[in-house]
């Protein structure tokens, strides 16, 4: 019973970093190389030995430890074997297997002894991105989440392969369907991009945004009498409605391309890492993960617990729109933008919200028609004249009767690099 609650575990550490560790069984071999990359992610070192005054291991030849390694900041290493009721060094009996407990980002120097020959070996570790986090945690569908100190909660995608497009949605740009293969995990944010998080980009640059210059038409928003959504000189993500003030928590919208690749480049100044927008590919796969769903909940269409899509109230407020066709028997509570992650029923699979609805989400790829090759982390055409945006929005229905904005997931849409929408904002990711 001792040994399945250890597998089970998640242990959490305090120091000056945030610091987490994951805990797993693995059968070893023979070998001075005993680091082992799991698929979730995590870094693990995996130590065999015996007794020892030290942090440094002896590593038998045919012997075999079964013990949970954690951290201390005080005293160091400590092994712990199953059965003992001592948290200390001890001597270790072989067994089949060893149970593996690392922190992240570490470094662990032990000694082999194989064949009469010793040599001494470093391992380093961990997973950099969650040493500059403040806290971490496990989240409903089973992935690590982070946040830094500035609020901002990132989910862990595995990296995996998985079918691109979807042949049943051409009208939507989804053909051919194709395999890629995203080659390394990342990290998404678990919402998008709010007004409150770019107005501190903004007041801590001084930042003019592409929609704020002289030579802009301003950002696309709706206007009552064409009943469409037209250029308007003047607005930008400051006033894409009459009371964005008081959206903090609210998308932010009406921000170009060029300003959201502005908002990442401080945002991996600020918290040391690489952040960027997600590629198509990336995205795809955080809003579907490996099966062919029609939403990233699934394959059951929206309801007011799953995602602000056009419904009864933005049939009210925005009558006479000719952008979506409206389900008038739902009410999402909310006409036009809503606050971020209010919907988590309509989850993707690995937890990230608002995959599908509120607003669309720039991505980092050039627009270009799909081929059928197989791929692996692709990132679209060097050069092209308008980049992609994904993931439906406020104004959109759930329909693939026509070439538009749509909630299904492969749907694909794309703009000027400069122009905005008060139906687009964005998301980001970290790349490892």
């Known amino acids: 019973m001792r040994l399945k609650l250890l597998l089970l575990s998640t242990f959490f550490f305090t120091s000056n970093a945030a610091e987490i560790a994951y805990t797993k069984q693995e059968t070893l071999s023979s070998s001075k190389t005993l680091s082992v990359e799991l698929s979730t992610g995590w870094n693990m070192v995996s130590i065999a030995g015996y007794q020892s005054s030290d942090i440094s291991k002896v590593f038998g030849n045919t012997k075999y430890i079964s013990v949970v390694y954690y951290y201390d900041t005080k005293k160091g290493y400590?092994?712990?074997?199953?059965?003992?009721?001592?948290?200390?060094?001890?001597?270790?009996?072989?067994?089949?297997?060893?149970?593996?407990?690392?922190?992240?980002?570490?470094?662990?120097?032990?000694?082999?002894?194989?064949?009469?020959?010793?040599?001494?070996?470093?391992?380093?570790?961990?997973?950099?991105?969650?040493?500059?986090?403040?806290?971490?945690?496990?989240?409903?569908?089973?992935?690590?989440?982070?946040?830094?100190?500035?609020?901002?909660?990132?989910?862990?995608?595995?990296?995996?392969?998985?079918t691109m497009g979807d042949n049943r949605y051409s009208v939507l740009g989804a053909s051919p369907e194709h395999s890629v293969t995203i080659s390394k995990d990342f990290w998404i944010s678990k919402n998008m991009v709010t007004n409150s998080q770019f107005n501190a980009f903004v007041t801590e640059t001084n930042y003019q945004s592409d929609l704020q210059k002289s030579s802009s038409t301003g950002c696309y928003v709706y206007n009552t009498e064409d009943k469409a959504f037209v250029p308007t000189k003047g607005r930008y993500y400051a006033n894409a409605f009459s009371n964005t003030a008081s959206l903090g928590n609210h998308p932010v919208v009406c921000v170009s391309h060029n300003d959201a690749l502005a908002y990442s480049k401080w945002l991996s100044a600020k918290l040391g890492v690489t952040i960027s927008l997600a590629t198509e590919a990336q995205w795809e796969y955080a809003a579907k993960g490996t099966t062919q769903k029609k939403f990233p909940w699934g394959d059951e269409n929206p309801d007011a617990s799953k995602a602000n899509f056009a419904d009864l109230k933005f049939s009210i407020e925005y009558a006479g729109s000719q952008q979506g066709k409206p389900t008038l028997s739902v009410d999402d509570g909310y006409g036009a933008t809503s606050p971020v992650g209010s919907y988590p029923s309509g989850a993707s699979e690995f937890g990230v919200l608002d995959m599908a609805g509120n607003a669309s989400e720039?991505?980092?790829?050039?627009?270009?028609?799909?081929?059928?090759?197989?791929?692996?982390?692709?990132?679209?055409?060097?050069?092209?004249?308008?980049?992609?945006?994904?993931?439906?929005?406020?104004?959109?229905?759930?329909?693939?009767?026509?070439?538009?904005?749509?909630?299904?997931?492969?749907s694909r849409a794309a703009d000027d690099a400069t122009s905005g929408d008060d139906h687009n904002g964005f998301r980001v990711v970290i790349n490892q």
């Open 362 to 410: 720039w991505v980092m790829d050039y627009f270009d028609d799909y081929t059928a090759d197989a791929k692996t982390d692709p990132t679209g055409p060097s050069t092209g004249d308008s980049r992609v945006n994904r993931g439906g929005n406020w104004v959109d229905d759930f329909s693939a009767t026509a070439e538009k904005h749509t909630l299904i997931t492969v």
């Open 78 to 162: 400590l092994a712990y074997t199953p059965g003992s009721s001592s948290n200390s060094y001890t001597t270790i009996e072989p067994t089949h297997g060893i149970w593996v407990n690392a922190i992240s980002p570490f470094k662990v120097t032990f000694k082999t002894n194989i064949s009469s020959s010793s040599t001494t070996t470093t391992i380093n570790g961990g997973d950099v991105v969650e040493s500059k986090a403040q806290s971490a945690a496990i989240n409903s569908k089973n992935r690590r989440e982070i946040t830094f100190a500035t609020g901002d909660t990132f989910i862990s995608i595995p990296k995996g392969t998985f």
